[in-house]
């Protein structure tokens, strides 16, 4: 079973353009949805955190937006640049208490950002 | 810190062998996740540990898979026997409190089973 199906698989922009990654999740417990970036021979790094008391969180160039009603959430990336290509990892998980829960992630996009 | 290292980085193994995967987390850290990551499959969730107990393992695929975490600076992941299904990229990841810090992931260990 899918927890959080994430789309599209792949996607090439021009330099300055503004790519746009979807996610869905279907386990309404969920309360903590992080983006993780990933580069080649890397292990994926975090990028931006939010909880569903907010529905935008903007950190630099990176903005999530959040639709609680939908179960829905995207990362927007402004002015993209070449260095931004990587795959892109949405995730989400239960953060309560203080105690550590287990991430599950999308399938990830492959992000490709041309000069 | 120099972050969670991971060995050995490459393996490259038989049918039928024994694979032992390590990760030294970060100091301090409190649990440590182990993910399998595929193209067809993605990032998948194997076990984690949380004060070095571990507390959901229901992502390790069978039997052949175990993992141990003896103290709070190592763990293994071991397969035996590996067969080649089992070839992915194995990540160790490590955090104190994910809601404020993330997972921070090791590099990686490329397994293949020829």
């Known amino acids: 079973q899918q927890q959080v199906k994430q789309s599209p698989q792949s996607l090439i922009v021009q330099k300055g353009g503004i790519p746009i990654i979807n996610c869905a999740y279907e386990?309404?417990?969920?309360?903590?949805f992080p983006w993780y970036q990933q580069f080649p021979g890397k292990g994926p790094a975090l990028l931006i955190a939010?909880?569903?008391?907010?529905s935008e969180k903007k950190e630099g160039r990176f903005t999530i937006s959040f639709n609680k009603s939908a179960k829905q959430f995207s990362l927007h990336i402004m002015d993209s640049q070449p260095g931004d290509s990587a795959t892109y990892f949405c995730?989400?998980?239960?953060?309560?208490?203080?105690?550590?829960?287990?991430?599950?992630f999308g399938k990830g996009t492959l992000l490709t950002v041309n000069p | 810190d120099a972050g969670v290292i991971q060995s050995p980085r490459h393996e490259v193994t038989e049918m039928g062998q024994e694979v032992t995967l390590r990760c030294k987390p970060i100091?301090?850290?409190?649990?440590l996740f182990w993910y399998r990551q595929t193209m067809m499959r993605g990032l998948e969730l194997l076990i984690y540990?949380?004060?070095?107990?571990?507390?959901?393992d229901s992502g390790m695929p069978e039997d052949r898979f175990s993992a141990k975490m003896p103290n709070a600076s190592f763990s293994t992941l071991k397969i035996q026997p590996s067969e080649p299904r089992d070839s992915a990229v194995y990540f160790c990841?490590?955090?104190?409190?994910?809601?404020?810090?993330?997972?921070?992931f090791g590099s990686g260990t490329r397994l293949t089973v020829v």
């Open positions: 990841a490590s955090t104190l409190y994910q809601g404020d810090y993330g997972y921070t």
């Open positions: 386990n309404t417990a969920f309360d903590y």
């Open positions: 939010i909880r569903p008391d907010v």
């Open positions: 995730a989400a998980s239960i953060d309560s208490g203080g105690s550590n829960y287990k991430l599950t």
């Open positions: 100091s301090g850290h409190n649990s």
């Open positions: 540990f949380n004060n070095n107990v571990p507390i959901d």
